[in-house]
């Protein structure tokens, strides 16, 4: 407003100015020589002489001189002067005097071209940036067009009683209306200054017309432009989307600025969220190469217009001079030299407009993609998904390594992944752009993102195959993408630990440990490195972890846990004292930790095996734990694992009814629903129903409890009560029983179509036909993968392999089991199939390995005295035998367990002649040998009394001479024992002995004979020495006597 | 005595424009009758068309009958009768006040303002079209189409108005009516007119679920956007409705300004989110479709769609640009 009252204050001060000089000129006049009319004249002559300066001070000085007159002749001169005067101060850019003289003009009566004066005193204001004053010009132009009369008398009444002075006006031809171009004129005018004023809503209807009449299609796609920027501004989004058609069907859409003004206007449209209206904007924008092609083609048309080489054209309108803010000459000066002369060209100012506007659109950055992109994140915000994906699309195969290009790749992935679901091609793509882009931060981005989608749904295993990308990317210094890397290695580890690779995980978390020292996750990855090594029993390498986490990490999450943890590694390394005292600490301390039923069972284990506590109430106390375990359980196997514990002591007590009240607490907690091990639970109830005698229901409730659970791989307790049921039937059903057991069973396999629950029914059903190897054999052939075996079905194939000495598979049966059965019972055969597949391959430190563990669990229990005695065979063959290590108290050891009474014994005692005849003791050896056939024939189909036989003579051999009538005995005496003479070992006997005196003892034997031979060798007595009653005598030591 | 309403007035001062209109043609010959431009510029104000077969039309003029081959016609230009004139007054598909506003206007002769009534006519039929209501449409168009039907292959002032009909029948799933119109108008030598009478004909295949037949119509389609349709359209009718999505894509990203087409891709795009059970997708993209190309049909089917799935106005609000979520602790 300021400077508009500037202007004006200046265009008045130019008005009494030239009123002042015309006054001043009058009265020189009078004394001077020239008059208005020579002055007039002179003017004319200057005009004419291209004086321009000194025309407009001549008409300057004839207009202050006639001022006053009153004759309508003068005035009419005067009128027509000013008009003159006009034109040239508007040539000579004196824009504002020449906008009072029209002014003046318009104002004055006789003007013979006020339509005229009125448009160029529009153009005026509008030069000068006066748009109030020019709103008004081009009005009253537009109300003068079509009152021409009125408004004309309205200039003559304005003069009082003058009027018939001015009886002139009415004898002139009347000027012409405004032809429409340039009523379109005046309307743009109108609209550009309502625009400039920002009258939005007043601008639309002139912009209007213009749209409705010009024949320009540049000015109407830019006056379409303008309202659409008009109604962006009110706002009025809801009218915008009618004008968009339009504006396509004109060849302004081909115009570089209407394009931009597109990418404003959408933009616009977008942030204020109006989407429907951005996105035909979006869609209308060309590509900056179809507007230059269109361009160009245009700029040789306007050349040989021209006459130039080569182009037609059309000329430069008082329109395009509007709209393009070009000066009214037809020529300018182009920075193209001429090759001739050198010197620079004139061409026409349109063509050097044009041409400037194609080397500015040349320069100018494409903006293609930019809309692209726009498009692809307006599509991806109204989730139109797959349209976002196809522009995003569309972006990065333009621009790969640009921003844009990065970005839209991850909007791409992100799109498929959280709102198409549509993984697999995710996963290709994402897979597709690591391999190919291994630098920055977005290849990380796009890992993180595909590993939390796995994470998310727990696809551990999917995760895997990100490792390798990983392992490809280009390691930086940035701190963001050490922090990504840090996490998606951390996240490689988890993705092990999950799937239970504890050994791949502790190497993981190591990695990390190492690689990224002091990271964001440096205390969950201690921690969790201390966790992989105790998932491997590896109590004391893990302790220390749990230690440092501690003491570094104080105030972290996992304090509760490290302590815990830490006191199991205590346990795991026996020092059972000390575990108890980090439990308590657990107990006493975190109260509401989540460790804190864990910590209770715990020392509950500890309390229960009366070791470190050897007070009376220690079972006590043990269950005491178990309670409070059970009541701080939030977790399922907290619970479970509190609860049969108890059942344990319980049961150890014969305190039936105290187990079946929390194994039934268990089963119908609504804390567990769903989630308990109802088969567990039923499996107790079962094995409590046998103590109490109730044999019937403790079947029934096994059978029906294997049927209804034994799909379900994890539900141990199934396999538990396959046991039992098979142990009760062979004790407690007569044949009958039995035989409907089998049929019931049968009936379940015919029905189901549960894989697992077929395959836990046929081991039930070849355990009670003592048919496990068997179906072992079957199985191994029939199953693909061991994926679906419960573990009876894995013992079954393990037991069959053993049977046939195949230990190919034996590493793998034991990690499923480590994998997926840890606490399975059955897991004892796939420790016997590794430990003797490890000492076939001579692997002597596994196979010790697999021994303690198998150990370590089962302890002396009758079906893993394999263990003992391959350990003591391990150490006779190592050259072990003295000493409490060596191979002889490892047999001894034998030899002192009653559950291993018969068929171990059996062994041992052999074993133990192997050691004494390795140790150069052969008479101690004989002893030993001597027993193992006098005592254990009956035992392993007399497998061990034959090879005693034969060890036996093998010594007689060594002793010398002296026995070899002994050690013929020896053999005689094998071939007339009925348990190991039709034994393969027996042909060695017979070999030994001729043919002859075989046959005779066959003679013999087929009258039923009985033989008596005894052989008798003085043994070396000592500590050690057997005391093994030998000879039919029954006396020890034996000699060797021959008898017939 | 009675005396006339102006309405009645009007409307007999229409039928003496008919009667005239009628008495200066002295012929009495049978068939349609048309107005026919030949191919050397010259017209002839009244024909009465009879056959179109073997590329041959034959026509009454005189009272003689002309048998010439089509491309000696250009076009032919169809007027109103004084029956459909009756039936469009009788079932409203004109009103009495929009008779008597072009009756009133006296810058056109008696002849010109018939025709405009047949134009207001036409131009209620095709807003029924916009509108969705193809049955009104269709009502309204078989028997305008019953006798000029078979020209419609011919370039002439009513073809747009077979094809709108076929596409009345294709929306209502009337094969036997799509067929009937895609014969005669996929023999047009007008491109459009002939392309879309291509893709009617191979919808029905579609719809059929010959497909095989549908792929060999596409490719006598010289529309690439058509093509990409048809393609989509086989794809979603196989129960391909990501193939059919990347298709329409194809179609948006390549011929985003290909008014033709691109209405009814963006109405199938919204389909074929509710297919895969994106709702929210389909509901904003039929708002999309419903605003953009708002006064056609396919706006008309794709405000049905969103009203129908619940949708609201105002678009959902832009999240902000988040950048990908960093490694967390």
Same mark, same amino acid.
């Given at each position: 407003m300021c400077f508009k009252n500037k202007k004006r204050s200046f265009i008045f001060s130019l008005v009494v100015a030239s009123m002042f000089f015309g006054a001043v000129a009058n009265v020189m006049a009078k004394k001077d020589e020239p008059t208005p009319t020579e002055?007039?004249?002179?003017?004319?002559?200057?005009?004419?002489a291209g004086k321009f300066d000194d025309a407009v001070v001549s008409m300057y000085t004839y207009l202050g001189m006639v001022e006053d007159s009153e004759m309508p002749g003068v005035i009419a001169i005067a009128q027509d002067t000013r008009f003159k005067l006009a034109v040239l101060l508007i040539k000579a850019e004196r824009i504002e005097e020449a906008a009072a003289v029209l002014q003046n003009y318009i104002d004055l009566p006789l003007a013979e071209k006020p339509r005229q004066a009125m448009k160029m005193l529009a153009t005026c204001y509008f030069d000068i940036e006066a748009y109030e004053e020019c709103v008004t010009a081009v009005t009253n132009a537009l109300y003068y067009n079509d009152n021409p009369v009125v408004e004309a008398r309205k200039v003559v009444k304005g003069e009082d009683s003058k009027e018939d002075k001015f009886k002139i006006l009415d004898d002139k031809d009347p000027e012409p209306d405004y032809t429409q171009d340039e009523l379109t004129t005046l309307y743009m005018t109108l609209a550009e200054s309502y625009y400039n004023l920002n009258k939005w809503e007043e601008c639309i209807d002139p912009y209007s017309y213009v749209i409705g009449h010009t024949h320009s299609d540049q000015r109407k796609g830019y006056s379409i432009m303008q309202v659409i920027n008009a109604l962006i501004s009110i706002p009025s989004f809801d009218r915008i989307l009618e004008w968009v058609p339009q504006l396509y069907r004109t060849d302004a859409r081909y115009d570089i600025r209407v394009n931009l003004a597109l990418i404003n206007a959408a933009a616009a449209l977008y942030d204020a969220g109006e989407y429907d209206s951005a996105l035909p904007l979006y869609r209308m924008i060309l590509p900056r190469e179809e507007v230059l092609a269109f361009q160009e083609n245009k700029m040789r048309e306007i050349r040989i217009a021209h006459g130039l080489p080569p182009e037609e054209g059309a000329e430069l309108t008082a329109?395009?001079?509007?709209?393009?803010?070009?000066?009214?000459?037809?020529?300018?000066?182009?920075?193209?030299?001429?090759?001739?002369?050198?010197?620079?060209?004139?061409?026409p100012k349109e063509l050097v407009e044009l041409e400037n506007l194609i080397i500015a659109l040349k320069d100018l950055d494409p903006y293609e993609i930019h809309v692209k992109y726009r498009m692809a994140d307006l599509y991806k915000?109204?989730?139109?998904?797959?349209?976002?994906?196809?522009?995003?699309?569309?972006?990065?195969?333009?621009?790969?390594?640009?921003?844009?290009?990065?970005?839209?790749?991850?909007?791409?992935?992100?799109?498929?992944?959280?709102?198409?679901?549509?993984?697999?091609?995710?996963?290709e793509r994402a897979f597709a752009y690591?391999? =190919? @882009?291994?630098?920055?931060?977005?290849?990380?981005?796009?890992?993180?993102?595909?590993?939390?989608?796995?994470?998310?749904?727990?696809?551990?295993?999917?995760? =895997?195959?990100?490792?390798?990308?990983?392992?490809?990317?280009?390691?930086?210094?940035?701190?963001?993408?050490?922090?990504?890397?840090?996490?998606?290695?951390?996240?490689?580890?988890?993705?092990?630990?999950?799937?239970?690779?504890?050994?791949?995980?502790?190497?993981?978390?190591?990695?990390?440990?190492?690689?990224?020292?002091?990271?964001?996750?440096?205390?969950?990855?201690?921690?969790?490195?201390?966790?992989?090594?105790?998932?491997?029993?590896?109590?004391?390498?893990?302790?220390?972890?749990?230690?440092?986490?501690?003491?570094?990490?104080?105030?972290?999450?996992?304090?509760?846990?490290?302590?815990?943890?830490?006191?199991?590694?205590?346990?795991?390394?026996?020092?059972?004292?000390?575990?108890?005292?980090?439990?308590?600490?657990?107990?006493?301390?975190?109260?509401?930790?989540?460790?804190?039923?864990?910590?209770?069972s715990m020392r509950g284990d500890i309390y229960g095996a009366g070791d470190v506590y050897e007070e009376k109430d220690y079972l006590d106390r043990a269950l005491a734990d178990y309670e409070r375990a059970y009541a701080k359980s939030t977790k399922i196997n907290q619970a479970t694992y509190s609860t049969f514990q108890a059942a344990e002591i319980y049961e150890a007590e014969d305190? @039936?009814?105290?187990?079946?009240?929390?194994?039934?607490?268990?089963?119908?907690?609504?804390?567990?629903?769903?989630?308990?091990?109802?088969? =567990?639970?039923?499996?107790?109830?079962?094995?409590?129903?046998?103590?109490?005698?109730?044999?019937?229901?403790?079947?029934?409730?096994?059978?029906?409890?294997?049927?209804?659970?034994?799909?379900?791989?994890?539900?141990?307790?199934?396999?538990?009560?396959?046991?039992?049921?098979?142990?009760?039937?062979?004790?407690?059903?007569?044949?009958?029983?039995?035989?409907?057991? =089998?049929?019931?069973?049968?009936?379940?396999?015919?029905?189901?179509?549960?894989?697992?629950?077929?395959?836990r029914l046929r081991v039930t059903l070849a355990k009670l036909d003592k048919a496990e190897i068997q179906l072992g054999e079957t199985l191994l052939k029939e199953l693909p993968d061991l994926e679906s075996a419960p573990p009876p079905v894995l013992a079954c194939i393990c037991d069959a392999s053993f049977a046939k000495k195949d230990y190919s598979r034996a590493a793998e049966l034991l990690q499923i089991f480590h994998d997926k059965f840890e606490d399975s019972e059955y897991m004892r055969a796939a420790y016997k199939l590794r430990g003797y597949g490890q000492y076939a391959e001579k692997d002597y430190e596994g196979a010790l390995q697999t021994i303690s563990d198998a150990q370590g669990l089962y302890g002396t229990e009758f079906d893993v005295a394999w263990a003992q005695l391959m350990k003591a065979q391990i150490l006779l063959d190592q050259g072990k035998i003295d000493g409490e290590d060596g191979a002889r108290t490892a047999n001894m050891n034998i030899l002192n367990v009653p559950a291993w009474r018969g068929v171990p014994v059996a062994q041992a005692t052999f074993q133990l002649g192997q050691v004494e005849e390795a140790a150069g003791n052969l008479k101690k050896a004989f002893a030993w040998y001597q027993r193992t056939y006098f005592q254990y024939k009956g035992h392993a189909g007399g497998y061990w009394a034959a090879e005693g036989y034969l060890a036996s003579a093998r010594i007689l051999k060594k002793l010398g001479p002296q026995y070899e009538n002994d050690r013929r005995n020896t053999y005689r005496a094998m071939l007339y024992d009925r348990y190991v003479n039709d034994l393969p070992q027996a042909e060695e006997a017979r070999?030994?002995?001729?043919?002859?005196?075989?046959?005779?003892?066959a003679d013999y034997l087929a009258t039923g004979g009985v033989s008596n031979i005894a052989v008798k060798v003085e043994a070396e007595v000592g500590g050690e020495a057997p005391s093994a009653d030998a000879g039919a005598s029954g006396s020890t030591p034996v000699a060797a006597e021959e008898s017939k | 005595m009675?005396?006339?309403?102006?309405?009645?007035?009007?409307?007999?001062? &229409?039928?003496?424009?008919?009667?005239?209109?009628?008495?200066?043609?002295?012929?009495?010959?049978?068939?349609?009758?048309?107005?026919?431009?030949?191919?050397?510029?010259?017209?002839?104000?009244?024909?009465?068309?009879?056959?179109?077969?073997?590329?041959?039309?034959?026509?009454? &003029?005189?009272?003689r009958a002309m048998t010439v081959p089509l491309d000696k016609v250009t076009s032919v230009g169809f007027s109103m009768t004084k029956e459909e004139f009756d039936s469009f007054r009788e079932k409203q598909t004109i009103s009495d006040a929009e008779i008597a506003e072009i009756s009133a206007r006296t810058d056109v002769d008696k002849v010109a303002k018939l025709q405009l009534i047949f134009e207001k006519a036409l131009g209620n039929i095709e807003a029924m079209y916009v509108e969705g209501d193809y049955a009104a449409a269709v009502a309204a168009l078989e028997s305008l189409m019953m006798e000029r039907g078979q020209f419609m292959s011919i370039d002439n002032n009513l073809q747009r108005m077979a094809l709108m009909l076929m596409d009345c029948y294709l929306k209502l799933g009337d094969i036997?009516?799509?067929?009937?119109? !895609?014969? &005669?108008?996929?023999?047009?030598?007008?491109?459009?007119?002939?392309?879309?009478?291509?893709?009617?004909?191979?919808?029905?295949?579609?719809?059929?679920?010959?497909?095989? !037949?549908?792929?060999?119509?596409?490719?006598?389609?010289?529309?690439?956007?058509?093509?990409?349709?048809?393609?989509?359209?086989i794809e979603r009718a196989q129960k391909h409705p990501t193939l059919a999505s990347k298709t329409v894509c194809e179609i948006i990203a390549a011929h985003g300004n290909d008014l033709e087409w691109m209405p009814q891709s963006e109405l199938l795009s919204a389909h074929l989110y509710l297919d895969v059970g994106l709702t929210n997708s389909a509901v904003n993209t039929a708002r999309q479709v419903k605003n953009i190309y708002a006064g056609t049909n396919i706006a008309g089917d794709a405000a049905k769609l969103f009203y129908q799935l619940g949708g609201e106005e105002k678009p959902a609000e832009a999240t902000s640009e988040e950048m990908p979520a960093e490694p967390t602790e």
């Open positions: 002055v007039l004249k002179k003017a004319l002559v200057a005009m004419e329109d395009d001079l509007l709209l393009f803010g070009a000066a009214d000459e037809r020529t300018a000066k182009t920075e193209e030299k001429n090759v001739k002369t050198g010197l620079l060209d004139e061409k915000t109204i989730e139109r998904h797959w349209e976002g994906v196809k522009f995003f699309d569309i972006v990065f195969a333009a621009e790969p390594e640009s921003e844009v290009g990065e970005r839209s790749i991850y909007e791409i992935i992100d799109t498929l992944i959280e709102s198409l679901n549509e993984i697999k091609e995710a996963q690591m391999g =190919k @882009y291994k630098k920055g931060i977005t290849p990380r981005q796009i890992a993180y993102m595909l590993t939390g989608h796995y994470q998310k749904h727990e696809e551990w295993a999917s995760v =895997k195959p990100i490792k390798p990308y990983l392992d490809g990317f280009v390691r930086s210094d940035d701190p963001l993408i050490i922090k990504y890397d840090t996490e998606l290695y951390f996240m490689q580890a988890i993705a092990d630990l999950v799937q239970q690779k504890y050994a791949e995980a502790e190497a993981g978390f190591k990695f990390v440990l190492d690689e990224f020292p002091g990271s964001h996750q440096e205390a969950n990855c201690l921690y969790w490195y201390g966790m992989s090594q105790v998932f491997q029993q590896k109590y004391a390498e893990a302790y220390p972890h749990f230690e440092t986490y501690l003491s570094r990490f104080p105030s972290e999450p996992f304090v509760d846990e490290c302590h815990y943890e830490a006191g199991i590694c205590l346990f795991g390394q026996e020092k059972y004292a000390e575990a108890m005292k980090r439990f308590t600490y657990v107990i006493d301390t975190f109260p509401g930790s989540s460790v804190y039923p864990e910590a209770c305190k @039936y009814d105290d187990i079946l009240r929390v194994v039934k607490r268990y089963e119908s907690d609504p804390r567990w629903v769903g989630q308990a091990d109802v088969a =567990k639970a039923l499996f107790w109830i079962g094995k409590t129903r046998i103590q109490q005698k109730l044999y019937d229901e403790a079947v029934s409730t096994y059978l029906d409890a294997i049927v209804k659970y034994g799909g379900d791989l994890r539900q141990d307790g199934v396999d538990l009560m396959i046991a039992e049921l098979v142990k009760i039937t062979a004790i407690y059903l007569d044949t009958e029983q039995t035989e409907e057991l =089998k049929k019931q069973l049968n009936s379940a396999l015919e029905t189901s179509q549960n894989e697992t629950l077929k395959l070999n030994a002995l001729g043919a002859v005196e075989t046959g005779e003892i | 009675k005396f006339k309403t102006p309405m009645m007035m009007i409307l007999a001062a &229409v039928s003496v424009a008919f009667a005239q209109s009628e008495t200066e043609d002295t012929s009495s010959s049978s068939g349609v009758p048309a107005s026919l431009l030949a191919s050397n510029g010259k017209s002839i104000a009244r024909v009465y068309l009879q056959s179109l077969a073997d590329g041959n039309l034959t026509f009454a &003029v005189g009272g036997a009516g799509v067929g009937k119109y !895609a014969a &005669v108008l996929r023999e047009s030598s007008n491109p459009k007119a002939k392309t879309k009478a291509l893709v009617g004909t191979a919808l029905m295949a579609v719809e059929r679920g010959d497909f095989e !037949a549908a792929d060999k119509v596409a490719e006598e389609l010289e529309s690439e956007a058509a093509k990409l349709y048809l393609k989509a359209s």
